[in-house]
């Protein structure tokens, strides 16, 4: 993979802010932000493949570094860092609360969390101890050109400049006192997070202690971008600052000012929103009440800080698209994972809606769109354009995602149909052939006994629905003797009609967004005794006049053996107005269930395939 490059050579930027542990929101946001760079790029791509530079404060520098210093994708830098927030704050919110306000003068003990984020750096970085300044060509690990930096700040009150950033390059800026430390990766982690609240201070000699700047006044690293980006690109210019928040701006006042400090009054709201989390069994209410006022009021200046911030920079600049989405719990949950299904539930449906501009303005600064012909290979990476705005509304979201890239992420997303041709044709070595696929496959996927599939055969009416396990699937297959004709359209009437009959019932109700969309995979190795392409036009058509999704039915039909009769007649499928619901896949040679699972998971959406030429 290499480094791409953006629209007009400008600089992307992108600033993730701190406040509690509540990155989740930011990482769910940038996932989604990737998909549509992927999409524009048509190629997998990390967010190392197109930041110049990523950097963070807080809980956003730990993201930070995981994206840019360790170059990981989204869905990992989610995994990792659920981890270390549960490292730090256990998984029972009661008993952090009352943990957590006892503890407010040294922060909660950090062995735990240290341990967790060295397994991270060695598992990603090959070595505990890697140096935050990347290496070059000798470095472990691929971030491929992207910069990092990270922001603390100095607990020596004698220092005229205490605030300082650790970085993934070198600078001629003054680096923080001892001057010739070399500073470690997960050191950079530690003090950005370091404070009296979460983790206490980090010690690089006894004489010299770090911690979080967002308490020191710089909870964005707004504040530094204009000097580093001078030292890195002085003669180029930054084209996309894309800035993602915590939430927390419902904390601040509409029109913040520098001046402005919470009142006992202001805070009030939230101090009994903290309050009401203790046990009843607490003793020492009237000391925890005053260490929640503190808190909410250190937090109160935290928020000010980083809306003020961010005005005073989008003053001067244009560049900057601020995202701060809703996480659906209060400004006083300050860790996410407590409320890890409300969260996700909350930004995603936010995404569907007002966030979509805001995702595409960034995508759209940060890789130039791809004009190229698309290819197949290309089409993985593609997120399936827009359904017609007449669509019904309230489907199933799982219709505008990517296709799934394991098995048994398709098996649970899909409602996945074998049809299978059991002619007379299919008699002999290629009827054994089939059998070996699909049970190697129902071993492979279905071992877990929690996904499953139906089954149906050409010249037999009988549907095995919810089938799971690969006895089930042998003892299904079994009961089959190849024998009769072809009816390929015959059946896939039957199975299709059955399924837009569904959705019709489920329009305007809950119902409908729990309809998964349908995959048909038909096998067969014959030219059809009947007209299937006829079954596919009118199927199309009802299913534009009822404004379904056109993700919502999918085929793929797969030739087993080397028919040189059937290549045409399955290519027949595609003529006509089927709306590119259908896709054949002529395949020569033997038929093993590896190659028949890549045949699966490389199904691309109806409305994908539209794009490929033919």
């Not at 009440?289 to 000010?304: D, E, I, P």
């Amino acid at each position: 993979m290499v480094f791409v490059s953006s629209p007009n050579n400008l600089k992307r930027v992108l600033i993730i802010d701190g406040g509690g542990f509540r990155g989740l929101g930011s990482l769910l946001v940038l996932e989604e932000i990737m998909k549509v760079v992927q999409s524009r790029a048509r190629q997998a791509l990390l967010p190392c493949d197109v930041f110049d530079l990523i950097c963070g404060t807080s809980t956003g520098g730990l993201i930070a570094v995981l994206l840019g210093r360790l170059g990981l994708d989204c869905a990992t830098a989610i995994e990792i860092y659920r981890k270390l927030t549960t490292s730090v704050c256990g998984n029972d919110e009661v008993v952090f609360w009352e943990r957590f306000l006892n503890s407010m003068d040294t922060g909660l003990d950090s062995a735990r969390f240290e341990r967790e984020l060295a397994l991270a750096i060695e598992r990603y970085a090959g070595v505990e101890g890697t140096l935050m300044v990347s290496q070059g060509g000798h470095d472990v690990l691929d971030h491929r050109k992207t910069n990092t930096f990270v922001t603390l700040t100095s607990e020596a009150p004698l220092y005229d400049n205490r605030t300082h950033c650790i970085r993934s390059y070198t600078t001629r800026s003054r680096q923080p006192s001892p001057s010739t430390h070399q500073w470690l990766i997960c050191e950079a982690v530690r003090g950005t997070l370091a404070s009296s609240l979460f983790l206490p201070s980090l010690f690089i000699t006894s004489k010299h202690s770090f911690g979080d700047a967002a308490f020191a006044g710089f909870s964005s690293p707004l504040g530094f971008l204009t000097e580093e980006a001078k030292d890195l690109w002085p003669n180029d210019k930054i084209g996309i600052v894309a800035s993602l928040g915590p939430g927390l701006s419902s904390l601040a006042p509409t029109t913040p000012r520098r001046e402005w400090a919470a009142t006992d009054l202001y805070a009030k709201k939230y101090v009994d929103k903290i309050m009401a989390k203790l046990p009843s069994s607490v003793t020492n209410q009237e000391a925890l009440g005053a260490n929640a006022l503190n808190l909410v009021k250190r937090f109160v200046a935290l928020a000010v800080d980083t809306e003020i911030s961010h005005l005073e920079f989008a003053a001067t600049q244009n560049t900057c698209i601020r995202v701060d989405p809703p996480l659906g719990i209060s400004a006083v949950d300050l860790v996410d994972c407590f409320h890890l299904d409300q969260v996700e539930k909350t930004v995603k449906e936010w995404l569907r809606g007002t966030g979509k501009d805001y995702v595409f303005n960034i995508a759209s600064n940060v890789v130039e769109l791809n004009k190229e012909p698309l290819s197949v290979a290309a089409a993985r990476f593609v997120l399936p354009p827009p359904p017609p705005a007449t669509t019904n509304p309230g489907y199933n979201p799982q219709l505008d995602e990517r296709r799934p890239e394991t098995m048994i992420a398709y098996l649970k997303n899909y409602r996945v149909f074998f049809v299978i041709d059991d002619s007379g044709s299919m008699d002999g070595a290629r009827w054994l052939e089939t059998g070996d696929a699909l049970l190697e496959i129902a071993e492979h996927a279905l071992q877990q006994n929690v996904d499953e599939v139906d089954i149906r055969f050409f010249n037999n009416s009988t549907v095995y629905r919810g089938v799971k396990g690969a006895s089930t699937v042998q003892m299904i297959f079994n009961t089959v003797r190849p024998a009769g004709g072809t009816p390929t359209g015959a059946t896939l009437k039957v199975v299709i009609n059955e399924h837009i009959d569904r959705l019709d019932e489920a329009v305007n109700t809950a119902a409908y967004a729990t309809i998964k969309p349908l995959d048909i995979i038909v096998l067969t190795d014959g030219v059809p005794t009947d007209r299937p392409n006829d079954v596919l036009v009118t199927a199309v058509a009802r299913m534009k006049a009822a404004k379904h999704h056109p993700n919502a039915v999918g085929v793929q039909i797969v030739q087993i053996g080397d028919d040189p009769e059937a290549v045409p007649a399955l290519k027949n499928l595609m003529s006509g107005d089927v709306g590119s619901i259908v896709d054949t896949v002529p395949y020569n040679g033997q038929l093993t269930p590896q190659k028949l699972e890549r045949i699966l998971l490389g199904g691309l959406h109806p409305n994908i395939r539209a794009m490929i030429p033919i």
